[in-house]
């Protein structure tokens, strides 16, 4: 649909929805008892117009209480309780679904020249099968899913099969069928997620159930379940979802469900153990996810499950051991994340199929030579660690991988995601050319406990407690990274002093001490950092401005965005004008916090040539954050670097009386946060300045 303007289009709250709904029936839903039933009704269409519009109007004029009670029942049980709610919401809806008609899109000229016939996309059953979820989706997960099915293409690569995934969730979400939800917190991670609206869900099980066999589910999500032995199913289901309830046991003989493809028990905490025989029901299986469980061991009959294509155990955090799982030929998907396993199932050498393996607990002490070079068809490897708890530094140590294991990961040329653990030995004279395959990498390097979130975009390397320079040559493999975080490293350097890193883009240092001394040599003769847009200096000793750090390193600045500086003791001004590092003139975004001795963001140095900046080189910052800032007095000179800012928080900063702004340079500002107390007793120029900002301001709370 080709558009001008797009607009998100809100549902309504709770009281928006009962005012359209009662405009729509009348003044019959004040009668006393019909009210709570006409409140509830409302309340089921979840904030959707189309619904309330539709299901209130067909409810016009209905006097009987039983009409209501059925119309409630109807709608909880997904199932329209009406004919003119069947033809105006749920056909209306599943008119926009078989619009896309079947959708399967051919293969390439290239896969056609080799005759390969096949689908690689059926978007109503990816719509259809969002329905198995009760709340948040998380979107890999779900791609996942999708793609073990064979919806997204028997043949696909991951990477392949997760790009047609996004391309389906784009696609839903054009046409109202999905929405974004946002970055969602699952236990040690954060997730991106996106919804379906419990009216677009109730007409997706709707068609289910009403359209043929193929996609019948058993939907018994997020109703709070502590036993399923009473709830009958169908030998013909294919998917089935007892996801987000309080299970405490599963029973010992289990309906023969022999369609069964996908099996979803994630999200019930209180369930500890399944019984031995229990996946013996469920032959022809290929999705299972068991996330969020207390369970201790899978039982023997998990190895019986030969068409198992995606087997999910995310945050299973009290599960030590699996079981063989020799049989599992067809696995592609082995997602252990959060984890305390302790040693590697056995029979995972038959697993010649697999294609993402997320491992982050295993003991690496039981990985043998030759372990990686049994996967050949692997895609995505995570081996690193999601959160360790009380493990300690030494058992950490031990988890590392050493340089024969990092050598054979370099022969597994499908490979295209890697997040592992390497103990720092293992750079020591390496070809890194093979880094190149990769389109994105987490390398942790050293006896690192720190959590940094992994974004399978970036190709990043997390150092901890290492001298960089001297333990082996890290340089080797940073020429192939775009994120590097440095925690309490020493001889950064060193390490760029003779070498460019073009593809750097971010540098993050913690808890690292500088000398700042004079620089050996000559300085400034190439950038090692050309391409560098973030930098984070946090509890950096010693640092007093950033042009010193800059002019340390020999750094330019030349295309620096962002700027965060996080408890930095020393620092008492941010940039001068004096030396070869100047304000960054591309810089947009500027957070400050915790830095007791800073005094000014700007100094001009009196004995400068260049004491004023020309207009090509002042920055246009958009966003400036301070925060606990109790010496800073003022922002600095040329004012004129702050007539693009847009956002401005200014907290605990309470010797900052004056803001660089006047009438003519605040036109783009849109917000001003900050605590009451300051911004009562700011200076203001012009008496009218201040009643002009007044609409922009927002009173700063402790949240």
């Given at each position: 649909?080709?558009t001008?303007?797009?607009m998100k289009?809100y549902?309504?709250?709770?009281?928006e929805?009962w005012?359209?709904?009662?405009?729509?029936v009348?003044?019959?839903?004040?009668?006393?008892?019909?009210?709570?039933?006409?409140?509830?009704?409302?309340?089921e269409?979840d904030?959707?117009p189309?619904?309330?519009?539709v299901?209130?109007?067909?409810?016009?004029?209905k006097?009987?209480?039983?009409?209501w009670?059925?119309?409630?029942?109807?709608?909880?049980?997904?199932?329209?309780?009406?004919k003119?709610?069947?033809?105006?919401v749920?056909?209306?809806i599943?008119?926009?679904?078989?619009?896309?008609?079947?959708q399967?899109?051919?293969?390439?000229?290239?896969?056609?020249?080799?005759?390969?016939n096949?689908?690689?996309?059926?978007?109503?059953?990816?719509?259809?099968?969002?329905?198995?979820?009760?709340?948040?989706?998380?979107?890999?997960?779900?791609?996942?899913c999708?793609?073990?099915?064979?919806?997204?293409?028997?043949?696909?690569?991951?990477?392949?099969a997760?790009?047609?995934?996004?391309?389906?969730?784009?696609?839903?979400?054009?046409?109202?069928l999905?929405?974004?939800?946002g970055m969602v917190?699952f236990?040690?991670?954060?997730?991106?997620?996106?919804?379906m609206?419990d009216?677009?869900?109730?007409?997706?099980?709707?068609?289910?159930?009403?359209?043929?066999?193929?996609h019948?589910f058993?939907?018994?999500?997020?109703?709070?379940?502590?036993?399923?032995?009473?709830i009958?199913?169908?030998a013909?289901?294919?998917?089935?979802?007892?996801?987000?309830?309080?299970?405490?046991?599963l029973?010992?003989?289990?309906t023969?469900?022999?369609?069964t493809?996908?099996?979803?028990?994630?999200?019930?905490?209180?369930?500890?153990?399944?019984?031995?025989e229990?996946?013996?029901?469920?032959?022809?299986?290929?999705?299972?996810?068991?996330?969020?469980?207390s369970i201790?061991?899978?039982?023997?009959s998990?190895?019986?499950?030969?068409?198992?294509?995606?087997?999910?155990?995310?945050?299973?955090?009290?599960?030590?051991?699996?079981?063989?799982?020799?049989?599992?030929?067809?696995?592609?998907?082995?997602?252990?994340?959060?984890?305390?396993?302790?040693?590697?199932?056995?029979?995972?050498?038959?697993?010649?199929?697999?294609?993402l393996?997320n491992?982050p607990?295993?003991?690496?002490?039981?990985?043998?030579?030759?372990?990686?070079?049994?996967?050949?068809?692997?895609?995505?490897l995570?081996?690193?660690?999601g959160?360790?708890?009380?493990t300690?530094?030494?058992?950490?140590?031990?988890?590392s991988?050493?340089?024969?294991?990092?050598?054979?990961?370099?022969?597994?040329?499908?490979?295209?995601?890697?997040s592992?653990?390497?103990?720092?030995?293992?750079?020591?004279?390496?070809?890194?050319?093979?880094?190149?395959?990769?389109?994105?990498f987490?390398?942790?390097?050293?006896?690192?406990?720190?959590?940094?979130?992994?974004?399978?975009?970036?190709r990043?390397?997390?150092?901890?407690?290492c001298?960089?320079f001297?333990?082996?040559?890290?340089?080797?493999?940073?020429q192939?990274?775009s994120?590097?975080y440095?925690?309490?490293c020493?001889?950064l350097?060193?390490?760029?002093?003779?070498?460019t890193?073009?593809?750097?883009k971010?540098l993050?240092i913690e808890?690292?001490?500088?000398?700042?001394g004079l620089?050996?040599?000559?300085s400034?003769?190439?950038?090692?950092?050309?391409?560098?847009?973030h930098?984070?200096?946090?509890?950096?000793?010693?640092?007093r401005?950033?042009?010193?750090?800059g002019?340390?390193l020999?750094?330019r600045?030349?295309?620096?965005?962002e700027?965060?500086?996080?408890?930095?003791?020393?620092?008492?001004?941010v940039?001068?004008?004096?030396g070869?590092?100047?304000?960054p003139?591309?810089?947009?975004?500027?957070?400050?916090?915790?830095?007791?001795?800073?005094?000014?963001?700007?100094?001009?140095?009196?004995?400068?040539?260049?004491?004023?900046?020309i207009?090509?080189?002042?920055?246009?910052?958009?966003?400036?954050?301070?925060?606990?800032?109790?010496?800073l007095?003022?922002?600095?000179e040329?004012?004129?670097?702050?007539?693009?800012?847009?956002e401005?928080?200014?907290i605990g900063?309470?010797?900052l009386?004056k803001l660089?702004l006047s009438i003519?340079?605040?036109?783009?500002i849109?917000?001003?946060?900050?605590e009451?107390?300051?911004?009562s007793?700011?200076e203001?120029?012009?008496?009218n300045?201040?009643?002009?900002?007044?609409?922009c301001?927002?009173e700063?709370?402790?949240?």
């Open positions: 649909m080709k001008d303007v797009e289009v549902t309504l709250d709770e009281d929805s005012q359209l709904f009662a405009k729509n009348g003044d019959i839903v004040n009668q006393e008892k019909i009210h709570p039933l006409a409140k509830e009704i409302a309340r269409c904030g959707l189309l619904a309330i519009i299901i209130g109007s067909s409810m016009r004029g006097t009987r209480v039983e009409l009670e059925d119309a409630l029942k109807s709608l909880r049980m997904s199932e329209p309780h009406s003119v709610v069947e033809d105006k749920y056909k209306v599943k008119w926009s679904l078989d619009s896309f008609g079947s399967d899109i051919e293969s390439s000229s290239e896969q056609r020249s080799k005759r390969v096949k689908k690689r996309g059926d978007i109503q059953s990816c719509f259809l099968y969002c329905s198995l979820y009760p709340a948040a989706i998380p979107t890999d997960d779900l791609i996942h999708w793609w073990a099915e064979g919806i997204l293409g028997e043949h696909d690569t991951y990477e392949e997760y790009n047609r995934g996004i391309t389906m969730i784009e696609r839903l979400k054009d046409a109202c999905l929405e974004y939800h917190i236990p040690g991670q954060v997730v991106d997620c996106v919804k609206h009216v677009v869900r109730d007409i997706a099980r709707w068609i289910a159930s009403t359209f043929g066999d193929e019948t058993l939907f018994q999500a997020g109703i709070g379940l502590t036993e399923i032995s009473h009958t199913i169908s013909s289901v294919k998917g089935i979802s007892f996801v987000s309830n309080k299970i405490e046991c029973p010992d003989c289990f023969k469900c022999p369609k493809t996908s099996l979803l028990f994630q999200d019930n905490y209180p369930l500890q153990k399944i019984p031995q229990f996946f013996l029901a469920f032959p022809a299986l290929r999705v299972l996810n068991l996330s969020q469980t201790e061991a899978l039982p023997s998990i190895n019986s499950l030969c068409q198992l294509r995606a087997l999910i155990l995310q945050s299973c955090d009290v599960l030590k051991e699996l079981p063989t799982i020799a049989n599992l030929h067809n696995l592609q998907v082995l997602d252990c994340d959060e984890t305390f396993l302790s040693c590697l199932p056995q029979g995972m050498d038959n697993l010649i199929n697999l294609r393996l491992m607990v295993a003991n690496m002490k039981s990985i043998s030579k030759g372990f990686f070079l049994k996967f050949p068809s692997i895609e995505m995570d081996l690193s660690y959160s360790l708890g009380e300690s530094l030494d058992e950490i140590s031990s988890h991988l050493g340089a024969t294991s990092f050598d054979e990961i370099s022969y597994l040329y499908n490979l295209t995601y890697l592992i653990r390497v103990d720092s030995s293992s750079f020591f004279n390496r070809d890194y050319t093979w880094m190149t395959r990769l389109k994105g987490h390398i942790r390097v050293g006896e690192t406990s720190i959590y940094v979130p992994y974004n399978k975009s970036e990043a390397i997390n150092v901890f407690k001298e960089i001297s333990n082996g040559e890290l340089s080797g493999m940073l192939f990274a994120h590097l440095l925690h309490i020493m001889g350097r060193k390490l760029i002093a003779y070498n890193f073009n593809g750097l971010l993050k808890c690292c001490s500088c000398s700042f620089v050996e040599g000559e400034g003769q190439f950038d090692p950092l050309p391409n560098l847009e930098l984070g200096l946090v509890s950096v000793n010693n640092l401005s950033v042009s010193d750090f002019q340390y020999g750094l600045f030349s295309k620096l965005r700027l965060v500086i996080f408890k930095c003791a020393s620092l008492t001004y940039f001068n004008d004096d070869a590092c100047h304000v003139k591309h810089l947009e975004e500027i957070r400050i916090m915790v830095c007791p001795q800073l005094v000014e963001l700007y100094v001009q140095c009196s004995s400068s040539d260049q004491a004023t900046l207009n090509s080189e002042i920055p246009r910052v958009r966003k400036l954050n301070l925060n606990d800032l109790p010496e007095a003022t922002l600095g040329p004012q004129n670097m702050w007539e693009h800012l847009e401005l928080t200014v900063c309470d010797g009386r660089p003519q340079t605040s036109k783009n849109k917000i001003i946060e900050g009451s107390k300051w911004w007793q700011l203001w120029d012009d008496d300045f201040k009643s002009n900002l007044e609409h301001y927002k700063w709370y402790y949240r």
